[in-house]
């Protein structure tokens, strides 16, 4: 309709069609036709309004920064959640502002995966300021996302009893807002809870959360692929090793490997090093070190691609566990 009213004349109704079109690829996991969309809209945006600040064309760079950083490329995400966050700060000045805050979300999450956990609590926290002083002490779904957040950061960092304040705290929120209807938002605390217990050997209780997100997961997307469904299936695989159940984990990691592959291709992705890793992990738990040492080079591997920084903290893990693998083969060789 709008695009038999406006022909091929630019108008802004066309460029916020073409960026909702884009929100939609995004939500559904289809990245390359999101940002084609989101670049259209930016591009018409961008002969509208010029070089002068505005708000629409300061969400469409947030969102392409979205897509990036769904992608793996942080570098790249962050460069378009920074060209954001400036054209907010110059559009709405020091006043709390919803969008500028979740701008500042969005770069303490990026921070977060490139392993740089006080940058990230930095802007994770600032965000969580400028939303409490907008919306006060009513629950709100912005709110309980950096709740969240930052309960994830604490995690990485191993405060795994402050990480769960911040996820409980969240979790509740979100469930005041969305009862028991399921909810992507919901599903992926339920998940970050899970990894908690995991990671503090709660095994069983990991599973019930996993779980839990994976079936909210599942009748949310259906049989899709989608990068956030791989996410819950490997998090179950890495419970299940710590059972010691090393086939059924063994089945949820090439789910989700598959499922991942199928949504990212060739491209490198931090979720995919993550899951062969994971492989890694199992067939070394298995005493097969060939097999693991194959799975953890081609983790080394992809992790540089993503990240580009020999002291990322997932490159000197994946080398001590390529360092270990060598030596047991070596020791294995001699005895």
Do not use: W
Not at 12 to 27: C, E, K, M, R
Not at 129 to 148: E, I, R, W, Y
Not at 151 to 175: C, F, I, P, R, W
Not at 225 to 230: D, G, L
């Amino acid at each position: 309709m709008e695009t038999s009213l406006f022909g091929s004349n630019r108008h802004s109704s066309v460029a916020d069609t073409l960026g909702n079109i884009g929100n939609v690829y995004q939500s559904l996991g289809q990245y390359t036709a999101a940002l084609e969309y989101y670049n259209k809209s930016l591009t018409m945006m961008t002969s509208l309004f010029g070089s002068n600040p505005h708000s629409s064309v300061a969400d469409t760079l947030g969102n392409i920064g979205n897509v990036y950083q769904s992608l793996g490329q942080y570098t790249t995400a962050l460069e378009y959640y920074n060209k954001s966050l400036t054209m907010k700060t110059s559009l709405f000045g020091s006043n709390p502002h919803s969008s500028v805050a979740a701008t500042l979300n969005n770069i303490g999450i990026v921070y977060e995966l490139l392993g740089q956990y006080t940058t990230a609590l930095e802007y994770l926290n600032q965000s969580l300021t400028m939303k409490t002083s907008l919306f006060g002490s009513n629950p709100h779904s912005s709110v309980a996302d950096t709740l969240n957040n930052i309960g994830n950061v604490y995690q990485s960092l191993g405060q795994y009893t402050t990480a769960l304040e911040y996820l409980n705290q969240s979790l509740t929120m979100k469930t005041s807002l969305f009862g028991s209807n399921p909810h992507s938002s919901v599903a992926d605390t339920l998940g970050n809870i899970g990894i908690v217990y995991r990671s503090l050997g709660q095994y069983t209780t990991a599973l019930e959360y996993h779980n839990k997100s994976l079936t909210m997961k599942t009748s949310l997307f259906g049989s899709n692929p989608h990068s956030s469904v791989a996410g819950t299936l490997n998090n179950i695989g890495i419970v299940y090793q710590g059972l010691g159940q090393y086939t059924t984990a063994l089945e949820y990691h090439n789910k989700s490997l598959t499922m991942e592959t199928s949504l990212f291709g060739s491209n490198p992705h931090s979720s995919v090093a993550d899951t062969l890793g994971n492989i890694g992990n199992l067939y070394r738990s298995l005493g097969q070190y060939t097999t693991a040492l194959e799975y953890y080079n081609k983790c080394d591997m992809m992790f540089r691609k993503v990240y580009n920084d020999d002291s990322h903290p997932y490159i000197v893990k994946a080398v001590r566990l390529i360092s270990e693998c060598q030596e047991k083969l070596r020791i294995n060789t001699h005895s």
